[in-house]
């Protein structure tokens, strides 16, 4: 055991009731496992220096989570939901909704129904013997989020699940839990949204999202990660699906000093949909690495993932897109593209697609690029007296457009459009090509 392990586990020293199993299972599961390095495969291309050699450790949660000056950052305008905030890891009641949903509680809130929900599904989703900061989420989680929506229920509201940080005296972690367990036939819309202050942030974000979709029921799942760049964020999603479930989700990371997303869908019965849309943009000297697997258990199931990144400055993005066919997966449908752009000469991505196929009767296709601004485009467009400033901008912004466009949720998009504007054009004038 490592003063890395020792520390961070340091920080769930009481543990509840509801939560006892899981915290000794996870502090087991982490403590046999090593903190991945660049020897890792899984974690090659991204270094956890940045984690590992702060002196300080982040074994420690946060002292102090004030809502003052917060309320611009909690919310997302004109979306009608039920809004849970977190500001460093503890619940705000000034910054959250004032109504309560029957649908959404805090662990620490639930009652007895709720409490067995909780027991009967928290963890199940995850393999915590393959991610080792799932297994630490598990170990030091003191309190979460439960998003539960009965049998044919189609919850109109939405639910948005906001975490807020902000820098402290000391370095920090925040252990983040959301629990989502849809029954037959039911249909959500989850909105996580991470967020902070423009301070230079000090905080290590363990994010572990899990989601039990049953038969026929769908969940329309967005994770938006618009944090500072002097965060840390790892943690990642993990998804079993019923027999014909929907899973629709959209993830956007604008990159930090780390940011690292396990993506993980089991397709565990048969006729289920999985659909995956993704966006990265990371800029100065950010990373984000985005790590996704989609295990088609059973036959006649269907995987659509498409993920799209543009790097800027010194930026770096890992995208590994993994779908693993088994030999009882027949009449499996799955595509997978990964499409990238570098703006300067100084970005790097380092992209792995890959199919894994065990079955005969399947339609497979995988791909991704690298490129950069198409030098063609760019004179067309200043040769009808567009600045080359400008050039750039419309053309960047129109290679990630389209999936934006298909968005379902018009005040996700409009929330999104204008911090891209800012990181595209970096100049006001700029953003009226993308607002």
Not at 155 to 178: C, M
Request: with cysteine; hydrophobic share 40%; glycine share 6%.
């Amino acid at each position: 055991m490592t003063d890395f392990h020792k520390g961070l586990l340091a920080i769930n020293e009481q543990q509840s009731s509801l939560l006892s199993a899981l915290n000794k299972n996870g502090a087991d599961s982490f403590l046999q496992q090593e903190i991945p390095t660049r020897k890792t495969e899984a974690w090659k291309f991204t270094s956890l220096y940045n984690l590992t050699s702060n002196e300080e450790g982040y074994g420690r949660l946060a002292e102090t989570h004030g809502a003052a000056g917060l309320d611009g950052l909690a919310t997302i305008p004109a979306l009608d939901a039920q809004r849970l905030v977190f500001v460093n890891g503890q619940y705000s009641e000034e910054l959250s909704s004032n109504t309560e949903h029957k649908n959404v509680v805090r662990f620490s809130q639930a009652d007895d129904t709720q409490k067995s929900i909780i027991a009967d599904n928290l963890g199940t989703a995850i393999e915590q013997e393959k991610h080792v900061f799932a297994a630490l989420n598990n170990a030091i989680t003191t309190d979460g989020v439960l998003v539960h929506v009965g049998k044919n229920e189609q919850l109109k509201t939405k639910i948005q699940i906001t975490h807020i940080t902000t820098p402290q005296a000391k370095a920090f972690t925040v252990p983040a839990r959301l629990l989502i367990v849809l029954e037959t036939g039911a249909n959500a819309t989850v909105v996580e949204h991470f967020a902070s202050n423009d301070d230079e942030q000090n905080c290590f974000v363990n994010a572990i999202t899990e989601a039990k979709i049953g038969d026929n029921a769908r969940l329309n799942h967005y994770r938006l990660q618009l944090v500072q760049e002097g965060s840390i964020q790892i943690g990642g999603v993990h998804v079993d699906l019923g027999r014909d479930a929907n899973y629709d989700s959209f993830q956007l990371g604008l990159g930090a000093k780390i940011v690292r997303n396990d993506i993980n869908v089991n397709h565990n019965v048969g006729g289920s949909h999985c659909e995956l849309v993704g966006v990265y943009l990371p800029q100065n000297k950010q990373l984000i690495d985005f790590h996704s697997n989609i295990e088609h258990k059973v036959a006649q199931c269907t995987t659509k993932e498409v993920f799209r990144g543009i790097m800027a400055d010194k930026s770096k993005a890992v995208f590994n897109g993994r779908i693993h066919i088994h030999p009882d997966a027949q009449k499996t449908l799955a595509e997978l593209s990964n499409k990238n752009l570098l703006l300067s000469n100084d970005a790097t991505i380092n992209t792995k697609p890959e199919l894994e196929i065990y079955a005969d009767d399947v339609r497979c296709a995988h791909g991704a690029t690298i490129a950069q601004l198409d030098e063609q485009a760019r004179f067309y467009l200043r040769s009808r007296g567009i600045s080359a400033a400008e050039a750039d901008v419309m053309l960047s912004f129109g290679f990630i457009n389209e999936l934006l466009e298909n968005l379902e949720l018009d005040p996700i998009r409009n929330l999104i459009r204008p911090i891209l504007a800012q990181r595209f054009g970096r100049d006001e004038e700029l953003m009226k090509h993308i607002g």
